[in-house]
């Protein structure tokens, strides 16, 4: 693997690439979508404390913690943690100036992290328990 002038060297593991085609189409249909600006997202992200309770509804649309992001909200409201590190890098990966944020439901499996103008390059990220 390169990266600019480094190079390293990576093990090659025997065996077939997981079947992530089954994984995407055995995840519960979505009931919640979220459309964020990926910057500020981001931001607030790095502010939170673990975990991080995110909820939908309010003037904002999104609260991050105790952050308000401005969101377009789609679904009935919402709140579910994360821990914001792996949540931050998923949103950090996606393309462009918008995020969009896919959840079946409350709690209820893996949230996905999509560019929101590049769906093709989906990003899972779990869910946690927020200590209440």
Known sequence: MRDGERERRLPLVAGEFPAYRLVLDALEPVRHRVIADRVALGAALSQARTPVVVRTGGPAGLLVGETAVPA?????????????????????????????????????????????????????VMVVRDGS
């Open 72 to 124: 377009l909200v789609t679904g009935p409201g919402l709140r579910v943690a994360f821990d914001p590190v792996v949540l931050a890098g998923a949103v950090e990966s996606a393309v462009g100036p918008d995020v969009l944020l896919e959840l079946g439901g409350e709690g209820a499996g893996p949230v996905r992290v999509r560019s929101a103008d590049q769906g093709g390059f989906t990003t899972l």
